[in-house]
């Protein structure tokens, strides 16, 4: 970002060194950990902007369709 010189930046990235006292391992464990919960928020943006779009947002998809989705989620909730 122009904000920050490539200078500044680099003092930071040591301060964060220095403060991890250089241990940057990560296990698979952790990794798939964060990996798939960040993956799921992503989905879930997605979602949201789909759902939007289609119940009144620009480009909306025809009101019989939200209806159906609508629907098919009532369905999904009564299922035990």
């Not at 920050?4 to 991890?20: C, D």
């Not at 993956?39 to 779009?53: A, C, H, I, N, T």
């Amino acid at each position: 970002y122009p904000s920050f010189s490539v200078e500044a930046i680099n003092k930071l990235e040591l301060q964060f060194l220095k403060f991890v006292k250089w241990d940057l391992y990560i296990s698979s464990s952790l990794y798939a950990k964060y990996y798939f919960a960040l993956r799921s928020l992503l989905e879930k943006q997605d979602f949201r902007k789909k759902y939007v779009r289609m119940v009144g947002g620009v480009g909306s998809v025809a009101a019989s369709e939200a209806m159906k989705v609508s629907k098919r989620s009532e369905l999904l909730k009564e299922k035990p």
